[in-house]
C-alpha cells in the first residue's frame, strides 16, 4: 500500500506529502504512516466487533483480493485490444485480438464462478454481499475518478 500510495503521489494523482521520502532514511515515510494507520484503525475494528482475525478478516480480505485481481486481470485483457487498436503497426491479429479476447472470455468466466460460489469463498452469505459490495463500489469508484482525472487532469491521467 506504501509504494502504490507513494506512486501515485508522484504521478500527481495523490497529495503530494505521500510522494515525499524521509531526508536521511530516504523512505516514504509519511505513506508509510497512513497504510499504518489504517491497519492500526483495521486491528482495532476487528477487536471492537471480536470478529475472528483467520476465519472472518483472512477469508474476507483474499476473498475480495482474488476476485479483484481475476476483474483486473479481465480489464487488463480488454485494454490490450483498445490499445492495440490504437497503435501503429500491429505485431500480429494472434497477439492482438485473438489471444487477448479468448483471454477475457475465459476470465470471465472464472469472475461468474467466483461471484456464484462467493459465499462459500468468503464464509458468510452476508460477507460475501458486504465484501462483494465493497469489490463493486471500488471498481465503480475506480472507474468514475479515472473519467474524471482523464477529464480534469490529463497529464496526471497520461503520467498513470
Known amino acids: 500500500m506504501t509504494r502504490y500510495q507513494f506512486a501515485l503521489s508522484r504521478a500527481g494523482a495523490l497529495p503530494p506529502p505521500l510522494g515525499v521520502v524521509h531526508p536521511r532514511h530516504r523512505a516514504p515515510s509519511a505513506?508509510?504512516?497512513?497504510?499504518s494507520a489504517v491497519a492500526f484503525v483495521t486491528t482495532l475494528v476487528?477487536?471492537?466487533?471480536?470478529?475472528?482475525?483467520?476465519g472472518d478478516l483472512y477469508a474476507w480480505f483474499s476473498g475480495a483480493a482474488t476476485l479483484g485481481i481475476v476483474l483486473l486481470m479481465a480489464a487488463t485483457s480488454l485494454a490490450i485490444i483498445g490499445f492495440f487498436r490504437r497503435a501503429d503497426g500491429r505485431p500480429s491479429v494472434w497477439r492482438t485480438v485473438v489471444a487477448p479476447a479468448v483471454a477475457f472470455l475465459g476470465l470471465a468466466c472464472v469472475v461468474c464462478l467466483m461471484v456464484a460460489n462467493f459465499p462459500l469463498l468468503v464464509g458468510t452469505t452476508t460477507g460475501a454481499w458486504v465484501i462483494g459490495g465493497l469489490v463493486a463500489l471500488s471498481a465503480v469508484a475506480g472507474t468514475v475518478q479515472a473519467l474524471v482525472l482523464r477529464a480534469r487532469r490529463p497529464a496526471v491521467y497520461e503520467r498513470l
Open 31 to 35: 505513506s508509510s504512516a497512513v497504510a
Open 46 to 54: 476487528v477487536a471492537v466487533l471480536a470478529l475472528d482475525p483467520i
